[in-house]
Each structure stands twice: as C-alpha cells, then as structure tokens.
C-alpha cells in the first residue's frame, strides 16, 4: 500500500476508532440510531473511498522548500486536539455532559456544515494536489493556483475547517462548537495573513493580480 493510500485510511480509521471507543463499544447500535451520528460515519466512509480511488495527496506533513517557522510542534497540538475531541464528543454526547438540550435541528445543521466544509476541503486539496501541506510552506517549484475552486477563494480549506469542525461538534451536540468556531477563526485569521504574505513575496505582481480579483473565504463578502 502506498504512502497517500496509507495516509487516507489511516486518519478515519483513527478518528473513529476514537469515536467509537468514546461512545462505548458495548451500545454502537445507539449511535448509529441518531441520524445525524450515522450521516457522518456514511460521509466519513465516503469521504474515505473518494480519497483512495482517486489516491489523492493527503500528506499533511510534507514541508516543503520554505516552511514558515516552526510548525511541526502546533501540527502535532492540533492532532492531539482532534483525537481527544473525536473521543470526548461522542462519550459526551452519550452521558449528556456539556451538550444542547432538544438538540436534533443542531445536529442536523452540525452535520450540513461538516459536509459542506468537507466537501470544501476536498475540492482544495484535489486542485492543489502535491503542494497541499499542512504546513504554511512553498514547495519546489510551486505554482499560483488559480483554477478550480480558486478561481473564486483564496483558502477554500480554511473555509472548509471553519465550517466542518464546529460543525462536527454539532453532530454530538456539544457546546464546544462554539469554542471550536471561535479558535478555528483565531487560526485561520493568523494562517492567512501569514500565507498570504509568503505567496507575495514568491510571486510578486502576478499575486498581487490574482489577489484583487478573488476573495479571501466568502466570494462576494470577504
């Protein structure tokens, strides 16, 4: 199995395994009875095939020619966040700890917004294909994107995070959505200052064009 396979079937794989631990090995059948808890799992499977057959480059940690800083250290904070959130969510949600009451139009609006920000990140990371990283970084021989869905956005997986993970939260009902949306936007504010910064310093003018004609996050807002 290669590397971008291995990587692809790996995550989901930890992520629910997590899930599923957090919720209780002993009563699956009661979360898959939401249908909003068995619309993410189908998704997330879903999600998962599109990335094997279309062996995708998920490589998260390929640094690339230019890494701003040192980031490995918030890469790895932020995948111990979202291991201990894939396993507290759902053992929450299960014991009612920290949750919505009468919840079921959130967790249809958590789920909504996790597959509309997934479907987001996924759309960015087929165009941007060998230069998606998770760090802020320039490849070799990186190129400006500026087709498929940046034609129109700058950071269409920023978006993508923005929505999906509160949106997640959701889906279990947990009053950590709100947290959640709250630092994602503290985080994608500073990544994209930053990698906005770089990419002018890479391509100049030819930036500086694609920059006025294209918006941040929101075509037409922002």
């Known amino acids: 199995m290669g590397k971008r396979r291995f990587l692809a079937l790996l995550l989901p794989l930890l992520v629910w395994g997590l899930i599923f631990v957090g919720w209780g090995l002993d009563d699956l059948r009661g979360f898959f009875a939401h249908p909003a808890r ?4 189908v998704f997330a499977l879903l999600v998962t095939a599109f990335l094997l057959m279309s062996q995708a480059d998920v490589d998260p940690f390929r640094t690339g020619a230019r890494p701003l800083g040192r980031q490995r250290w918030l890469l790895g904070i932020f995948a111990a966040i979202v291991m201990f959130l894939a396993w507290f969510l759902a053992q929450a949600d299960r ?8 919840a079921d139009l959130l967790r249809y609006v958590g ?23 998770g760090y ?6 990186h190129q400006l994107i500026q087709t498929g869905i940046y034609r129109l956005i700058r950071h269409p997986m ?29 985080f994608v504010a500073v990544r994209v ?28 807002l922002y």
């Open 193 to 220: 200052v930053q990698e906005e910064k770089l990419l002018a310093e890479r391509f100049g003018a030819e930036f500086d064009a694609y920059r006025r004609r294209t918006w941040r996050l929101l075509p037409y």
């Open 136 to 141: 802020v970084t320039l490849q070799e021989d």
């Open 38 to 41: 068995l619309g993410a799992f």
């Open 111 to 133: 789920l909504a917004l996790n597959v509309g920000g997934a479907t987001l990140r996924l759309a960015g990371l087929r165009t941007l294909g060998r230069q998606f990283s």
């Open 95 to 102: 014991r009612g700890v920290f949750v919505f009451a009468d």
């Open 158 to 186: 920023y978006l993508g995070g923005l929505l999906a993970f509160p949106g997640w939260a959701l889906v279990f009902r947990s009053r950590l959505a709100i947290p959640l949306a709250v630092l994602m936007g503290v």
